[in-house]
């Protein structure tokens, strides 16, 4: 269903042997299609870029490819499926990948779904991050992804902000959400008020609930990630509120 970049970036990584097809397809034709062809975009984006990302500082971490196994993990894909993703990851560590252009076919597949590309960096920040080197290689292709899909620095800064105090509070040896952490996944500061925090709370929960991801064009198998992102700013919100109680 996708020319252009994205197209060729996926059939590369579809390959002869992927007979049954990924249940991102869905059908063909409907009222259906439009949410298809954007949830087959975003699947091969995200597996694509993540392994951009990975070779972006010379060399593939352990950790890199074990976050993007436990992605697959987490979206309950089958084994023909985890290959065409692992196809995709490989794809995007090519010297040759079409970076931009994919990027730029990806925002245009979004349209106006704005959640869905912050959803989709996310996930890169993640794994930009999971080695805990989140080097200059790195960094600027990130800047240069989210300036391509429309945001603006001050909203990387803010994306990236949110996501590093969530890496933070789940790399904890307890795994117990500190004060700072939650305030950083909400992006506000210790000096908000309670309606501002409030404010932030809805704000969050609005752009990561799954239901509306999913309407929107975010792929139903991953929708376990949007559950565990919604999660995390919940378990943000109970603290901060806990605390201004005591």
Not at 51 to 80: C, F, P, W, Y
Not at 179 to 184: I, M, N, P, R, V
């Amino acid at each position: 269903m996708l020319g252009g970049p994205l197209g060729a970036v996926f059939g590369a990584a579809f390959g002869h042997n992927f007979d049954r097809g990924l249940n991102v397809l869905g059908s063909q034709g409907g009222p259906g299609l439009n949410v298809e062809r954007l949830q087959t975009a975003f699947f091969t984006t995200t597996f694509s870029v993540m392994g951009h990302i990975a070779k972006a500082d010379g060399q593939v971490s352990k950790m890199e490819i074990t976050l993007a196994e436990d992605v697959m993990r987490q979206m309950n894909l089958d084994a023909q499926q985890k290959k065409v993703a692992r196809g995709l990851f490989n794809e995007g560590k090519k010297p040759d990948f079409p970076l931009n252009d994919v990027l730029q076919q990806f925002r245009l597949e979004c349209s106006r779904q704005r959640n869905l590309m912050q959803m989709f960096l996310e996930i890169q920040l993640a794994t930009a991050l999971s080695d805990g080197n989140f080097d200059a290689a790195e960094s600027r292709i990130l800047e240069n992804a989210a300036s391509i899909l429309g945001f603006s620095r001050q909203e990387y800064a803010s994306i990236l902000h949110r996501i590093q105090a969530q890496r933070h509070a789940h790399s904890s040896s307890d795994h117990h959400m500190d004060l700072q952490d939650a305030y950083g996944l909400l992006g506000i500061s210790k000096s908000a008020t309670d309606q501002d925090v409030k404010k932030a709370y809805r704000r969050q929960m609005n752009q990561h609930h799954p239901d509306k991801l999913v309407s929107k064009g975010l792929p139903e198998e991953m929708m376990e990630l949007a559950n565990k992102k919604v999660q995390d700013i919940k378990t943000a919100y109970e603290t901060i509120k806990s605390s201004r109680k005591r």
